[in-house]
């Protein structure tokens, strides 16, 4: 019997009690699996587990996590991101190839402020000696502040307001923001999540039309610490970088410029700081 397994409240909610009870007897629960947050294999005889559920708009996929990695919860995501996601699980689809750092992927998202094609660049940084996974945010094109006729950037002035700050010296770990959080499923990138401001489930402020890899070390990195640093750079600051060395020092610019701003940011239903 799988007495390691974890059937939160919200989950058992989304499957009902008889169902609940079947896993936590043992009666559908697997004998292993791969965890959908770090894709290394698990026992939930011997290791304490989550049950995940992920719900489309149409169909929901029950995956099973390290409870170290990613609580019991439910995750609403596209139905397009579901159906990777099963791909992803069921290896119907080529397992993910460890990215070089640089361009993980760009989409059209709402951003506090309008429209635009946000750039997401994935990479480790280095502070105090310990490799932090990384998420740059640097969008196409300048972003308006809504009802304005400028041709202005507020981009900054945007995020400063949703809880992000400056950041003066590279070498000190961004602050936590509460509500936000990084959506990491299947061990791709999925979304950041921001607080919905009617008070209902987070809300994607980026989101892959298509789930990202990342590189084995990143992932180690955020199943470390739990932790994801993102920062945010207006248009042209930061650029597409190849290599992690260079990352860091268009980083080192931006700052250095007043140009960037950051926080630190949970996995998708991990408590914050």
Same mark, same amino acid.
């Not at 149409?58 to 439910?74: D, K, M, R, W, Y």
């Not at 998420?135 to 507020?154: H, M, N």
């Given at each position: 019997?799988?007495?390691?397994?974890?059937?939160?409240?919200?989950?058992?909610?989304?499957?009902?009690?008889?169902?609940?009870?079947?896993?936590?007897?043992?009666?559908?629960?697997?004998?292993?699996?791969?965890?959908?947050?770090?894709?290394?294999?698990?026992?939930?005889?011997?290791?304490?587990?989550?049950?995940?559920?992920?719900?489309?708009?149409?169909?929901?996929?029950?995956?099973?996590?390290?409870?170290?990695?990613?609580?019991?919860?439910?995750?609403?995501?596209?139905?397009?991101?579901? @159906?990777?996601?099963?791909?992803?699980?069921?290896?119907?689809?080529?397992?993910?190839?460890?990215?070089?750092?640089?361009?993980?992927?760009?989409?059209?998202?709402?951003?506090?402020?309008?429209?635009?094609?946000?750039?997401?660049?994935?990479?480790?940084?280095?502070?105090?000696?310990?490799?932090?996974?990384?998420?740059?945010?640097?969008?196409?094109?300048?972003i308006a502040r809504p009802g304005s006729d400028g041709p202005g950037d507020d981009f900054l002035p945007l995020l400063i307001e949703q809880g992000f700050h400056f950041v003066t010296d590279t070498g000190e770990?961004?602050?936590?923001?509460?509500?936000?959080?990084?959506?990491?499923?299947?061990?791709?990138?999925?979304?950041?999540?921001?607080?919905?401001?009617?008070?209902?489930?987070?809300?994607?402020?980026?989101?892959?039309? @298509?789930?990202?890899?990342?590189?084995?070390?990143?992932?180690?990195?955020?199943?470390?610490?739990?932790?994801?640093?993102?920062?945010?750079?207006?248009?042209?600051?930061?650029?597409?970088?190849?290599?992690?060395?260079?990352?860091?020092?268009?980083?080192?610019?931006?700052?250095a410029a007043g140009r960037l701003v950051a926080a630190s940011m949970p996995l998708a239903g991990t408590p914050g700081a």
């Amino acid at each position: 019997m799988p007495r390691m397994l974890d059937v939160s409240d919200e989950v058992r909610a989304e499957i009902g009690d008889e169902e609940a009870e079947r896993l936590l007897t043992g009666d559908d629960a697997p004998r292993s699996y791969d965890c959908t947050s770090c894709r290394t294999p698990g026992d939930p005889e011997t290791d304490r587990t989550s049950t995940v559920l992920f719900v489309g708009e149409e169909t929901a996929v029950l995956a099973f996590a390290h409870a170290g990695c990613i609580p019991s919860q439910v995750v609403n995501v596209s139905e397009e991101q579901l @159906q990777g996601a099963v791909r992803s699980i069921t290896g119907d689809s080529p397992a993910p190839q460890a990215a070089a750092p640089g361009p993980a992927g760009s989409v059209p998202r709402s951003v506090p402020g309008g429209q635009a094609v946000l750039g997401i660049t994935s990479g480790l940084v280095l502070i105090g000696g310990e490799l932090h996974p990384a998420l740059v945010v640097e969008p196409t094109a300048p972003i308006a502040r809504p009802g304005s006729d400028g041709p202005g950037d507020d981009f900054l002035p945007l995020l400063i307001e949703q809880g992000f700050h400056f950041v003066t010296d590279t070498g000190e770990v961004p602050s936590p923001l509460a509500g936000w959080s990084v959506l990491l499923a299947a061990g791709q990138l999925h979304a950041v999540l921001q607080p919905d401001p009617r008070g209902g489930k987070p809300v994607a402020w980026w989101q892959a039309h @298509q789930a990202l890899s990342v590189t084995d070390g990143w992932r180690t990195a955020v199943n470390r610490n739990q932790r994801v640093l993102v920062y945010a750079a207006p248009v042209g600051s930061i650029g597409q970088q190849p290599r992690e060395d260079l990352l860091r020092e268009a980083l080192d610019r931006a700052a250095a410029a007043g140009r960037l701003v950051a926080a630190s940011m949970p996995l998708a239903g991990t408590p914050g700081a």
